[in-house]
């Protein structure tokens, strides 16, 4: 397909001046977009899960010309301890993009953008993973950029997605994510970068699967009527990631009716009064229901394992241990670089 472009210096979104081929249409005669998708239309997507090694859960995710990697660790002890929360496990996540993700190389480092994506990506989970579960531990998720083409907070999210459920973290179910946008007046699935930049308007959303909105953003403007169309269009773009996630699930863990197993164990959610109940010793189970589905099995039993023993330990030493036997604890020593390495990364990102 002929695009024709226009160079020259472009203000994109971030505000910045840039020289940058802005194209003269984005919609053809026939209704194709650049890239030759429908206006409904998503990119092709592969994800794979299991990629690391040395992280509880992981998944590389590519969608058009994005290439996402989350891993996934924890639960484990949270520190410094002042972080804890004392009924739930604190879910973490950091979004990062490499500097070589795109064109112009970006700065290595937490930026206001980073900070910002990794908050509400975070905050996309809170509905699905049962946080009851690990009362005073971390699950730390890390979505790592290493080539953006727009969408890239979106495409983090539907990795994380599946690196939580490879660690075997229990969720109610899962979260997919996609963005709808509007150029030449029409409203486009899946924005690709040049729709993404030179675009009218950019709405990233994130749903579970009973259609509960996790995340929604919003650059440039929409009437309330393209608003609902839009949302109607972004909940199909979700349904189909939520498919590729079913598959991915299911290569991962063998028979379609393991996955069933698996749904099954993280669908249901015990009442409150029941949570409150649940024994420890329950809980592993809850993980094994998971686990045992896939091919590192032992591993992450190990690990469920060993964190309920680290959590009765150390809810051991803080029923007997006074203030100043505290202090003098390993644990306590840790908090405290914990804190002072805190400390230096603000101070360098003040010096900044
Ligand atoms: N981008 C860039 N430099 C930046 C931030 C973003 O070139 O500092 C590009 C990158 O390709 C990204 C796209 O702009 O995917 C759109 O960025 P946006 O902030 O909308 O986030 P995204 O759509 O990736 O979630």
Redesign the pocket.
Known sequence: MKVFAVRGKFEN??GESIMSDKPEYFIDENGLRLDGRRTDEIRPMTMEMGVLSRADGSCYLEWGN?KVIAAVYGPRELHPRRLQRPSEVLVRYRYN?AAF????R?RPGP?R?STE?SKVSGEAFEPVVMTQYYPGAVIDVFAE?LQ????????AINAATLALADAGIPMKGLVAAC?VGKVDGQLVLD?N?PE??YGDA?L?VAMTQDGEITLLQM?GNLTHEEFIKAMEMVKKGCDQIFELQRKTLISRFGSEDDVEALEGSIETEPEEEEAEELSEEEVPSEKEDVSDTGDNAEDVDDSGEKFKEDVADFDEQRESGSDEEDKTSDEDVKDEEDEASDEDVKGEEDEQ
């Not at 993700?101 to 112009?104: F, I, K, L």
């Open positions: 979104k971030f994005n993009m993700s795109v064109e112009d970006i930026s953008r994506i950029v953006a083409d727009a969408g890239t907070r979106t495409a963005a924005l970068k993404d930049n950019d990233p650059d």
